[in-house]
Structure formats: structure tokens, C-alpha cells
């Protein structure tokens, strides 16, 4: 991609929910582009802060001891009148009046469409890093914070794993992942669920029934990991739905919720921020703009912002093929 217009000032921004890993991004944003002889400025509070001209110089040293801590110190938040034609004009107007020639992006799919409009309707140049532990954007084999938060649910679930074992019960444990099941796939596998409920893929209750049935024969406890955008409901109504069937089972449900969320990132999602960080820099100074930086097969590639959210992303089908053989 040809360079664009010289470039001195950029600006970064944290949007949508946050995940573990934003904040080592944006410190590879704000080191790399230092480096580079560029001034950096954060914007607090996503697009919203944009449009309040809430911003902020950050160097080298103001993102100093943030690799290792979750959340963003940049904030987030959602921003309806950004969601508007005039709202995006305001944003271009900020940007233009503190001399910011282009954005680095962090978030999902809600910001990656803002971001696209923006570039759309007013040609600012944008890049996105894919900061979300859904991990359901096209484009990236994983996305910063899914890593963590597969190893968290994993942690949880290893956990409520001991209790039902103690008591000889069934726990459905509800993970988030909206309407994705990456999180529920991943961590069934890595707790050693004997079940997953996943909204991608058509399951009837009695399937579900028929294997915890088959399990209760040979084992003192049974976990069915739910993903929250489950087409047959969240995890207490499929809970209530096998009861019907079970009656003589003793339940429990937990739902693990923005737990998830937080913590510490895992030093997967630290490298991976930290290499997509470096290299948004350098590709916006290349010329890049409207697209996603993500990492494929272990390479750092440019997605256009309308591929990245106008293509679901489908589960690994070997991995659905490999958790009823490891249930058994």
C-alpha cells in the first residue's frame, strides 16, 4: 500500500467492551510511534471522548507498568451520538483541530463499523487492532484477550469441577461470547466439559439429555458449558429444560459473566498486543487506513474493515469433532 500524507500526531482509543491486553496495546501504540518521531495523544472514554475533546499526550513513560494489568487505561464506553451522521462529524472535527492525521482503533465489531464510517464519510485514516475476547472477527486467528479469558473460564470451571465431583452433581456453566461459542468451545475442551452448548451450531435437548444420561453411568459429575448466545436459551433456561427430562439429577448453575472480562493478561494476549501495537504504527505510515491489523497463521495482516465484520468467523470444526470423542 502507498504512503499516504506525512503523518506527525495520532491519536488511540479504546472502544466497546473492554478486553485483557488493550492496555499492552496501547503502550506498543504510543512506544512505537515515539520511536517513529511521532506525537501520540489518547482519547478517554472511546468515541465518546472524541466527540467531549477529552484528550490526553501520552510518551513512553506515561504507559509505564500497564502491560501486565487488565481492563484500559484509556476507559471505554458506548456512544450513541457517534451512531449519528453528525456525531461522526463532530469526531472529525476534534481530530482536526488537535492536528491528529490518523487512529489506532482497539475493539470489536461496534468499533470497527464507527471506524468505517468515520474513514467512509470523512476519509480519516484509521486502523483497528481486534480487542475483544469474542473472537469473532474475520481476519485474525485470535483476537487480544480471547486467550485470557478462555484461560479464566478454564480456571473457574476446573474449580466448580471439584464441587460437583464431591457431590455428584451436574453444573451448566454459562461463559460469555454474545453470540460466538470460541469461549465455550475452547474452554469445554480445555476443562474436560462432557458438553457444549454453542449458538453456531443446531443442537436439540435431547441430544444434550441422551449424554449426560450416557455419562451419569461412568462418571460422579458432569459439566455442560454453555455459550450466553445459546439459540435454546442461557444457561438456567437449558438448566430447566433437562430437568423436565431429569428430574432425579441435582443441578447447579453458574454463570461466570464479566469475570471473564478482567484480570491480568495472559502473556499470549500480551505479545499479540504488543506485536499488532508495533505494527499498526508502521502500517498507518505506510499508507494504511480503513482495515484491521490481525494475525493469521502467525503472520501480521491487513483486513479491510468491511471484511472483518461483514464475515462471521466459523468455529474450528476440528475442535467440534474432538470434544465428544475427549467426553467419553
Do not use: W
Amino acid at each position: 500500500m502507498s504512503a499516504g500524507p506525512s503523518i506527525g500526531h495520532i491519536g488511540v482509543l479504546t472502544s466497546g467492551g473492554d478486553s485483557p491486553g488493550m492496555n499492552a496495546a496501547i503502550r506498543a501504540v504510543v512506544r512505537a510511534a515515539t520511536s517513529r518521531g511521532l506525537r501520540v495523544s489518547g482519547i478517554l472514554n472511546g468515541y465518546e471522548g472524541l466527540l467531549q475533546d477529552r484528550l490526553i499526550p501520552l510518551g513512553p513513560r506515561d504507559v509505564s507498568n500497564i502491560v501486565q494489568r487488565g481492563g484500559t487505561m484509556l476507559r471505554s464506553a458506548r456512544s450513541e451520538e457517534f451512531r449519528t451522521a453528525a456525531g461522526r462529524v463532530k469526531a472529525k472535527e476534534t481530530l482536526e483541530r488537535h492536528g491528529i492525521g490518523a487512529l489506532v482503533a482497539i475493539g470489536g465489531d461496534g468499533t470497527f463499523t464507527g471506524a468505517h464510517l468515520l474513514h467512509q464519510e470523512h476519509g480519516v485514516r484509521i486502523v483497528g487492532l481486534p480487542g475483544t475476547i469474542d473472537n469473532d472477527l474475520a481476519g485474525t486467528d485470535r483476537t487480544i484477550g480471547f486467550d485470557t479469558a478462555v484461560n479464566t473460564a478454564i480456571e473457574a470451571i476446573d474449580k466448580i469441577r471439584d464441587t460437583a465431583s464431591a457431590h455428584e452433581r451436574l453444573f451448566f456453566v454459562e461463559v460469555m461470547g454474545r453470540d460466538t461459542g470460541f469461549i465455550a468451545l475452547a474452554s469445554a475442551i480445555g476443562s474436560g466439559a462432557e458438553y457444549v452448548m454453542l449458538p453456531e451450531v443446531p443442537q436439540r435437548i435431547e441430544e444434550l439429555v441422551a449424554a449426560l444420561r450416557q455419562a451419569k453411568t461412568s462418571k460422579s459429575s458432569s459439566i455442560v458449558v454453555v455459550a450466553e448466545g445459546d439459540e435454546m436459551g442461557n444457561a438456567f433456561a437449558i438448566a430447566g429444560q433437562v430437568k423436565e427430562h431429569l428430574p432425579h439429577f441435582d443441578m447447579r448453575v453458574t454463570v461466570l459473566g464479566h469475570l471473564q472480562r478482567g484480570g491480568s493478561p495472559s502473556a499470549m494476549d500480551r505479545v499479540l498486543a504488543s506485536r499488532l501495537g508495533v505494527a499498526a504504527v508502521d502500517r498507518i505510515l505506510e499508507g494504511a487506513h480503513d482495515a484491521m491489523l490481525g494475525e493469521v497463521c502467525g503472520r501480521v495482516v491487513l483486513t479491510p474493515f468491511a471484511e472483518a465484520i461483514g464475515n462471521r468467523k466459523q468455529l474450528d470444526e476440528q475442535l467440534l469433532a474432538i470434544l465428544p470423542v475427549l467426553a467419553t
